[in-house]
């Protein structure tokens, strides 16, 4: 090795001065106090250091710390509050398995408005950006984030250059079906369903259809509006369930709880005569009798394998899905 670009050592400045190697480790690290080396040594030492243009052991474990450090993510949703979204609570309980290793902080965006909320160059202080709850509109923007350098997280969305991790939406509707459909019991099958749905909305129930037309059987629509509550909606039209057994599946579990408490009040039986089928397997239904047959979108599981790659340095764009599970209830046959 070129001497000129030879690091010196702590063996070298003890030669130098006429040392052990240890009083110098005790001078470069402020210990010699106390400890039989005298001042004009320790500034002999420190003189030498200087000279050689030691980096001393110090600066080493600054750098090691620094390395050790937190991580910062901003959480950016549309829904911030857990007890009003059982996708945030989800979420959050993700997070709290990596509290010691990372800092969260959160800002909330009105829907259509994710742009004023990304516009801040503060920004560049977060190690990964996490956004969850956008619309198809939001995505170039992420997009160009993302080509930007900027670490961009999505859950249960695509967008390209984002790392995204998702749900396999179609799987979930397919599962549902087959599981109901398994039975056979039902002489009549419906689907809830709202003519302005998202895009995994819109996958599960192109799961649920393909099923249905696999298996021959009619899968009927009813139409809802965004602003229809399950009660006033089938108060109107109870009638259609009178004949024979019926099944209603809904893209959530909370419309479809609310659907089953109606027609149980109504003295319809559950789920003899009439069974419901909900999504997302939130808290509320899990302690319920009867307890709502539903899927477990694993979005817990997808937020934790995201922040377990930042954690790793794996936040490379990728694309990472994740196998929903059907949770059988006795709200259906």
Not at 18 to 40: E, F, H, P, R
Not at 97 to 125: C, D, P, R, V
Not at 260 to 282: A, R, S
Request: net charge positive; hydrophobic share 40%; proline share 3%.
């Amino acid at each position: 090795m070129d001497k000129k670009n030879k690091k010196t050592t702590i063996k070298d400045i003890a030669e130098h001065c006429n040392v052990s190697k240890t009083a110098v480790s005790l001078v470069m690290n402020k210990k010699q106090s106390g400890i039989g080396i005298s001042k004009s040594k320790a500034e002999l030492i420190l003189k030498t250091a200087m000279k050689m243009n030691y980096q001393p052991l110090q600066a080493a474990l600054e750098l090691s710390g620094r390395r050790k450090k937190k991580k910062k993510v901003l959480l950016v949703s549309p829904w911030l509050d857990m007890s009003n979204s059982y996708f945030m609570s989800e979420v959050y309980t993700a997070m709290q398995q990596f509290s010691e290793k990372i800092i969260f902080e959160s800002k909330l965006f009105n829907a259509g408005k994710l742009n004023e909320t990304l516009a801040s160059k503060e920004l560049a202080i977060y190690d990964a950006i996490f956004v969850m709850g956008t619309s198809n509109k939001e995505h170039t923007q992420l997009q160009r984030l993302a080509d930007e350098g900027m670490k961009i997280v999505l859950i249960n969305r695509h967008v390209k250059g984002c790392s995204c991790y998702l749900t396999d939406n179609l799987m979930s509707g397919e599962l549902l079906a087959q599981h109901v459909l398994n039975s056979d019991y039902y002489d009549n099958y419906y689907l809830w369903s709202f003519p302005r749905a998202s895009q995994v909305i819109k996958d599960r129930e192109a799961g649920l259809k393909k099923v249905f037309k696999t298996h021959g059987k009619k899968l009927e629509i009813l139409k809802a509006s965004e602003e229809d509550v399950p009660y006033e909606y089938f108060a109107a039209r109870k009638h259609i369930f009178v004949s024979g057994s019926s099944l209603i599946f809904f893209n959530y579990d909370d419309l479809a709880l609310q659907a089953m408490l109606f027609f149980m009040q109504k003295g319809f039986q559950v789920p003899e005569k009439i069974g419901f089928v909900g999504h997302d397997n939130i808290p509320t239904v899990r302690n319920l009798q009867p307890r709502i047959t539903t899927s477990d979108a694993k979005i817990s599981e997808a937020v934790a394998c995201a922040l377990q790659d930042l954690l790793d340095n794996k936040l490379t764009g990728n694309i990472r899905t994740f196998k929903p599970e059907v949770i059988p209830g006795n709200s259906s046959q």
